[in-house]
């Protein structure tokens, strides 16, 4: 009698396991499909992070800056032009380092036209090679390998064929 109702109680985890195990599969796969959400979310997260720390960096380099702006404003409050000019190429001379410093480069603008740094805003006769450019409006810039900002150009056309002006 005693083996009775331990064969019962076997008989019944055989059974009650025979019956969980196909879900067992399904329960795993729930399962892993939150722990992809909870790793989506904390890589969200972390990259949030990672962008507000570079991002408060890149602000304290910059304020030095703009203090440097402000006392050149001042000094042309008191019409000091030789201080306003000097404070001005100091912050141009600060800005243009830190912004090379973080791998920001002006692009280079002698010779041919490139279409992929350069954007053409005239074309004008000139007597310099065709296609080549010949005056900067505004310079561009990239940050390694990619443009941040085109240089916009003046791009040399061929002169007029009968060399009048009308």
Not at 28 to 44: G, H, I, Q, S, T
Not at 62 to 86: S, T, V, Y
Request: no cysteine.
């Amino acid at each position: 009698m005693t083996d009775e109702p331990i064969r019962d109680e076997a008989e019944a985890q055989v059974e009650s396991g025979a019956e969980e195990t196909p879900a067992a599969p399904d329960d795993r796969l729930l399962r892993l499909a939150a722990d992809f959400e909870n790793y989506k979310k904390r890589v969200a997260r972390e990259r949030e992070e990672y962008v507000r720390g570079a991002n408060e960096r890149l602000i304290a380099e910059l304020l030095p800056i703009l203090d440097d702006l402000e006392r050149a404003l001042d000094a042309a409050a008191e019409h000091q032009e030789a201080q306003l000019e000097e404070g001005v190429r100091l912050v141009h001379r600060s800005l243009a380092t830190l912004l090379e410093r973080y791998g920001v480069k002006p692009i280079a603008t002698e010779g041919k036209f490139d279409p992929h740094v350069h954007e053409a805003l005239l074309s004008q006769p000139s007597e310099a090679e065709e296609g080549s450019v010949i005056d900067v409006i505004q310079k561009g810039y990239t940050l390694g390998e990619r443009v941040v900002r085109p240089a916009r150009v003046v791009v040399a056309a061929a002169p007029p064929a009968d060399g009048s002006d009308g």
